[in-house]
């Protein structure tokens, strides 16, 4: 079992291979190999991808109550709930019902989002939605 906050289970799609640094990356590539083979935890506040951040601090993100606010967005949008176990499978085909929400809300001003646009999930999911 991984455990994800709210935003990561959507933002975790998009990802190329960057990120603040090596350590963060590398760390991304193994949680989302094993979040595609395991069932995934919806946790609040830290997860499996703030271990390795450089902005977790004493175990809180630097910016946990922004980024609190995207968590509970997610969930809202994905219709889940902290506690609950999903699949990374099952998160991918909701993406088309709530990216246009999504991408209106927090991609647009994103500094990753000229990365995630990259990716051809994101675009297709764009092009759907335009
Ligand atoms: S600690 Fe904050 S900035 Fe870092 S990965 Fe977690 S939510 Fe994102």
Do not use: Q
């Amino acid at each position: 079992m991984i455990y994800l906050r709210g935003h990561h289970l959507i933002c975790l799609h998009f990802f190329t291979g960057e990120g603040y640094n090596k350590a963060f990356v590398e760390n991304l590539y193994t949680v989302i190999d094993r979040a595609k083979d395991e069932i995934i935890f919806v946790a609040e506040g830290a997860d499996e991808i703030c271990k390795k951040c450089p902005h977790l601090i004493n175990n809180i993100c630097k910016d946990e109550k922004e980024i609190a606010e995207m968590d509970k967005t997610a969930l809202e949008l994905l219709k889940l709930k902290t506690t609950y176990n999903v699949s990374w499978e099952e998160i991918k085909k909701k993406l088309s019902e709530i990216f246009n929400h999504w991408y209106e809300l927090y991609c647009i001003p994103c500094i990753y989002l000229d990365v995630c646009s990259k990716t051809s999930l994101f675009k297709s999911l764009r092009n759907s939605s335009i």
